[in-house]
């Protein structure tokens, strides 16, 4: 059975810095892993897609990294804002379903 | 705009009252998902359909049951609400293809007294 984890449960940075969030997962049979962010009391909002065969993907200040072999996928945030204090969650697509870690609550210091 | 819309934002029921819930896509996706989400145990799936009239149990779907009649609809059901049903619920869609992402409503939280 897939196991997602994202470590840390809770990031605080002061505004400005970079930052990286982990996730890791224990089977390597997927075909995609998504990035969502979620803000209180929301739902989730999809932040970028890595298929499989990818290593990275890039979307404006975050670049996710996919190192499948070993289970392993980074979210890096450049130049972090206020406005990114959220929870970030990962999760993987196996066949139909998607298994979510239980997520980064992140938040940045002005 | 790609978008999921379900039906309340929020919703207090009884114990033992029969609850609906509704989500709606606009996207023409073929799969369509149910999860719960809780504090400290993350998102857990409830049921997921591929198909109209198709459904395929999730990691927890004790207590629940779902319909979708209509490509665009999909409804979780709880058939005899209690205490322990209390959670965020999340809807989700995406296309059969497994190399596309999933997109998410803007949930419903659900508390029942």
């Known amino acids: 059975k897939q196991e997602v984890t994202q470590i840390p449960a809770a990031l605080s940075v002061p505004e400005g810095e970079n930052l990286v969030l982990n996730c890791s997962f224990t089977?390597?049979?997927?075909?995609?892993l998504q990035w969502f962010r979620q803000d209180p009391g929301k739902g989730l909002t999809s932040l970028l897609l890595?298929?499989?065969?990818?290593r990275e993907q890039t979307s404006g200040r975050l670049n996710a990294s996919l190192d499948k072999s070993s289970g392993r996928s980074t979210l890096y945030i450049a130049a972090s804002q206020p406005g990114d204090s959220a929870t970030y969650l990962c999760?993987?697509?196996?066949?139909?379903?998607?298994?979510f870690g239980t997520g980064t609550r992140l938040t940045i210091i002005p | 705009d790609v978008k999921v819309t379900q039906s309340s934002r929020y919703l207090v029921k009884r114990t033992g009252e029969k609850v609906f819930l509704e989500c709606v896509q606009d996207?023409?996706?073929?799969?369509m998902f149910w999860y719960r989400q809780d504090p400290g145990l993350g998102l857990r799936l409830i049921y997921f359909?591929?198909?109209?009239?198709?459904?395929e149990k999730g990691d927890i779907p004790e207590g629940y049951s779902v319909s979708r009649e209509k490509k665009e609809r999909f409804s979780l059901i709880l058939e005899s609400a209690s205490t322990n049903q209390t959670s965020m619920y999340l809807c989700?869609?995406?296309?059969?293809?497994?190399?596309?992402?999933?997109?998410f409503g803007q949930g419903t939280r659900l508390t029942v007294v």
């Open positions: 989700a869609s995406s296309r059969i293809d497994r190399d596309t992402e999933a997109f």
């Open positions: 089977d390597s049979a997927i075909y995609n």
């Open positions: 890595i298929q499989s065969s990818q």
């Open positions: 999760a993987v697509r196996g066949n139909e379903k998607l298994t």
């Open positions: 996207m023409d996706h073929e799969n």
């Open positions: 359909s591929y198909d109209v009239k198709m459904k």
